[in-house]
C-alpha cells in the first residue's frame, strides 16, 4: 500500500502488501509540525479519561487533536502516530483507503460519524448513543462493525467517544 500523507497527499513510502492498490495514511513531518503548532500536542486530556470507551477529541475537520488511553490501547496505534489523521484513517475505516479518502467517497454521504460531527459541529448539540457502522479490515479480512457513537462539543474541539470497538 502507498502510504500518503492525510494532509498535503505526497507520497511518504509504501507498506506491506505491496501488491495492495490502496492508499494508507500518515503525517508528513512538515504537516505534522504545523498541525502541533496550532493544536498543541496530542497528549492525553485528564478529562477524556474519564470515558470507559475509546474517546478522541477532533477539530471540526475532523483530525485527531487527542485521545484517551482505551483509544491507544483498543487501536493499538500510538497517540502520535494518530495525531493530525482523520477519524476514518486512524480507526481504519475501509473507505479511508479509497483514492477519495475519508470523508469524500461516495459512502461517506450516509456516514452516521461524519454526519453526526458535523451536527455537533454546526448546532453545538450533542449526539449520543447513535448506531454507526463501520467497515474495516482486521487482521486482513474486511469486517463490518456495528458502532455506537457520541459526538459532543468541547470549547472548539469535538469529542467522539465509539462503543463497540
Ligand atoms: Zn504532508
Redesign the pocket.
Known sequence: MEAI??????T?GYLNPLDDKRKTHV??????DYFLTIWGGSDASPDLELSVNPTFRLTVGRRMVACNSRAVAVLGKSRNTMSGLLCGEFMGCDRAHLPEGCGLTVYCESCVIRRSLAITAETGKNQERVMAFMNMSRAGAPEFINLMISTRKAGDLIDLEVAGM
Open positions: 500523507c492525510s494532509c498535503c497527499g505526497r511518504q503525517m508528513c513531518a512538515n504537516c505534522l
